[in-house]
Every structure is written in C-alpha cells, then in structure tokens.
C-alpha cells in the first residue's frame, strides 16, 4: 500500500456547530454544508493543503456508511498534528482555537525532543496538536 492519504473525515455530533469551529474560528475554507438532500449524506468539506482535505460528517452517517454502532466519544485514540514555522505561531494557533471554543487540554511549551508544542480539543473532543519542530519545514 503506497501512502495516499487525501482526507481526514471526523465523525461529529453537531455537524454546523462544527462547520462553525473550523470555518469561523480557525479561519478554515469550505463551501459549506452539502448533500443534505441524501440521507446520511450531509458533510462539509475543508481544504486543508494541496491534496489534503478534511471532512466534518454526522457520527451516525459515518457510522452508518462503515456499518458499524455509533460509538463514544475518544480523544485519545489518535491525534491531528498541526506544524507551523515559530514558537509564536504555536501560541496564536492556540489562543485562535481557544477563541474559536476549543479546550485547552495541554498548555504549549517546550518539549523534551527539543520542539515546542500543546494540545486543544475541538467540540466533538478530537486532539490537535499545534507544533513546532526545529527539524520540520512547515510549509507556507
């Protein structure tokens, strides 16, 4: 299996609370809700990076599209990590999600492998972290 990945869909419980979190607060593009018409069709789409999108889709509708039970909520079953170019960019990161209604659950700061780092939980309690790391570029 060659590495493809081209979007990240997160199951949430409020599907225009959430478009309102990314587009809103994080300042992320979207043209907004769509599929509405189809019945476990309602998502929204974002842009994320050349290649990379991330979808917002109702729990139950992923749910229902995989065949599976709705399951709880589990911030710790995987992480989103958001690299920037400077100490200072993790801080506005944080303080724009903060903003935006996000939990901080790890305060950013200096990290033992020589970066600089926190964690915010969006609504639906999905992790994030926002990082800089001397050893990665961020790109622009």
Do not use: C
Not at 8 to 32: H, N, P, S
Not at 53 to 60: D, E, G, I, V
Not at 77 to 87: E, P, Y
Not at 116 to 138: I, K, R, S, T
């Amino acid at each position: 299996m060659k590495p493809r990945i081209t979007l990240i869909t997160l199951g949430v419980d409020d599907l225009e609370q959430a478009v309102r979190f990314y587009r809103d607060g994080l300042g992320f593009k979207t043209d907004g809700i769509v599929g509405t018409q189809f019945e476990y069709g309602a998502v929204a789409f974002f842009d994320l990076q050349t290649g990379l999108k991330l979808a917002l889709w109702p729990r139950s509708s992923l749910a229902h599209d995989a065949g599976l039970q709705p399951g709880g909520r589990s911030a710790t079953g995987f992480s989103i990590g958001h690299n920037v170019a400077s100490k200072l960019e993790v801080d506005a990161v944080m303080e724009q999600a903060a903003k935006a209604g996000a939990i901080i659950v790890k305060p950013a700061r200096d990290t033992f492998w020589g970066g600089y780092a926190g964690y915010f939980q969006d609504p639906d309690g999905h992790l994030w972290e926002v990082v800089w790391n001397p050893q990665w570029l961020a790109p622009d």
